[in-house]
């Protein structure tokens, strides 16, 4: 009779850290975890992910981007004020590069970690469409009481 029912409301929604390891049913099979469609999950998300655990490879991709490797270049070939220009450039071209570099990695990791993924590890039961969620609810509850 211990069933409890996750869903997603409102449109896209997101399952994410304590949420996504607590609440799944390979530690307690009579739950029943719910998704709607668009939902996402995942232990992290994929900006924080980005910048936190894969720094590293985005700091890596960022140095090897050729607008990057093209300015460096130039400005180990310019002196004088040339040179102080070309530093200034390249750190603005950097700052925006790298940027582009952790929208990059958040969205790898955000389409790996999707919520198909969590219906094949076990820890979400079924994606749902919206118009599913009020007969699944009741079936779960109705499941939950018998």
Known sequence: MNSAVLASFGGVSRYRGGAFVVLSTELNAAMTVLAVEGSFASVIGG???AA??????????TSSDPRVADLETRVSGAVGAERASLVTDL??????VRSEKLGEVATEFDGVHSIER???VGSVD?????????????????????
Do not use: N
């Open 52 to 61: 936190v655990v894969f720094a590293g490879e985005v700091d890596s991709r």
């Open 118 to 120: 969590a219906v094949k």
């Open 126 to 146: 079924a994606v749902i469409r919206a118009v599913e969620l009020r007969p699944q609810l009741i079936a779960a509850i109705e499941r939950g009481l018998a």
């Open 47 to 49: 900006a924080p992910a």
């Open 91 to 96: 750190a603005q071209l950097r700052s925006g």
